[in-house]
C-alpha cells in the first residue's frame, strides 16, 4: 500500500479498533468461572466500624459468605473481637470524648473495661463511605455468636466465620499463651455449637497446633504475608488446610501448588474489581474484602453469580 493510502486509512484503522475494544468489554465472560465464596473482612469495613456488630450486619445483608474477624485475649480470658492487641486510638475513644491512652494494651485490660470504649464514631480516615455508628462497643466472641443465634437475618442461619487469633508481638502488651488462645477459641465455638461453621486463622502456627490437638475438626488456616514464601511448604510443616494470603503475592502456580496439596486459599484484602476477576481466574477459595456487597455485585455483573448477565 503507498504511504499516502496508508496515512489516510489510520482514522479508519483507530475508530476499528475502538469498535473491537467495545465490543470486547461487552463479551460474556468465561462460563464455569469458579465458585469463589465472598468473605466481609472485619465484617464490612468500607461501609461501618470494622469488627462490630453493624459492621457484621451489614455483611450479611449484602450476602456474603463469610465473614472475618479478629480475636485478642483481655486479662480476665475474655476474647474480645478487635484486629489490634493495642488499642486502636485512631478508632476508639471514651465516652466522655477522651482519648485512648497511648499503647494500650487489651490484654492488660479486662473485658469490662473494653466495654468503656466507643469504637464507632471516629470516622475511619481510609473508608470515607464508612458510616459512624456513635456508642459501638467491642463485642466479645461470645456476643457474637449470641447475636448470630438470635439476628433474623437468613444468612446468619448459615455464613462462615474466619476467625483470626491475635498473638501480641514484643511491646504490644503482656504475653498470651498460644496454647491458651487456641482454648479460649475452641471452648468458645464448641460452647455455641459453631465449630462445624468456622476455621481458626493465625500467623502463629502454634496456635493452629494446640488447636488441632484440642479439636482436630476444626479447619485451621495459616496466614502468610510474604511474597517469597514456599506456600505448599509452610502449608505442609503447619499441618493446615487453608492458607490466607495477601491477595498481590499471590499467582495462579502458587495456588495451582496448594490446590494439588488440598490446600484451600483465602486471598485477603481486596477491595479493587480488577483484583477481583483476577483471583476468581486463580480459582481461590475465598476473596476476602472490605466491601462484600459491591464484590458480590461485580461478580453478578460479570455473570458469576445468579442475578447478573449469565442468567439474564
Not at 206 to 219: D, F, I, N, T, W
Not at 269 to 288: C, G, H, K, Q, Y
Request: glycine letters at 8%; a negative charge; one cysteine or more.
Amino acid at each position: 500500500m503507498p504511504l499516502a493510502a496508508s496515512e489516510a486509512a489510520l482514522p479508519l484503522l483507530a475508530a476499528l479498533a475502538a469498535v473491537l475494544v467495545g465490543c470486547a468489554s461487552e463479551l460474556p465472560p468465561p462460563k464455569g468461572a469458579w465458585p469463589v465464596e465472598v468473605h466481609g473482612h472485619r465484617g464490612a469495613r468500607a461501609l461501618a466500624p470494622e469488627n462490630t456488630l453493624p459492621s457484621f450486619a451489614k455483611a450479611l445483608e449484602a450476602g456474603a459468605e463469610g465473614i472475618e474477624l479478629d480475636v485478642c485475649a483481655t486479662a480476665d480470658d475474655v476474647l474480645a473481637v478487635t484486629h489490634d492487641p493495642l488499642v486502636n486510638a485512631k478508632l476508639c475513644r471514651y465516652d466522655d470524648g477522651s482519648p485512648v491512652p497511648h499503647r494500650l494494651a487489651v490484654r492488660s485490660l479486662t473485658f469490662a473495661d473494653l466495654e468503656r470504649l466507643d469504637c464507632g464514631s471516629l470516622p475511619n480516615e481510609k473508608f470515607p463511605g464508612q458510616a459512624p455508628v456513635p456508642g459501638t462497643r467491642i463485642p466479645s466472641l461470645d456476643q457474637l455468636l449470641d447475636w448470630l443465634a438470635a439476628s433474623p437475618l437468613p444468612a446468619a442461619r448459615t455464613v462462615k466465620l474466619d476467625v483470626e487469633a491475635k498473638v501480641p508481638k514484643h511491646g504490644e502488651g503482656p504475653a498470651v499463651a498460644p496454647d491458651l488462645l487456641a482454648r479460649l477459641v475452641v471452648e468458645t465455638l464448641a460452647r455455641h455449637g459453631m465449630t462445624g461453621r468456622a476455621t481458626l486463622l493465625s500467623f502463629d502456627p502454634r496456635v493452629l497446633a494446640a488447636a488441632h490437638r484440642l479439636e482436630p475438626s476444626l479447619p485451621t488456616c495459616l496466614n502468610v504475608d510474604d511474597p517469597y514464601a514456599d506456600l505448599p511448604e509452610l502449608a505442609r510443616r503447619a499441618g493446615v488446610g487453608a492458607v490466607g494470603v495477601r491477595h498481590r503475592y499471590l499467582t495462579a502456580e502458587a495456588v495451582t501448588a496448594l490446590r494439588a496439596e488440598g490446600v484451600k486459599v483465602l486471598a485477603w484484602t481486596a477491595n479493587s474489581p480488577a483484583s477481583w476477576d483476577r483471583l476468581v481466574m486463580f480459582e481461590v477459595d475465598a476473596i476476602v474484602t472490605d466491601d462484600p456487597g459491591a464484590c458480590l455485585a461485580h461478580l453478578r455483573e460479570r455473570g458469576w453469580r445468579k442475578g447478573g448477565a449469565a442468567a439474564r
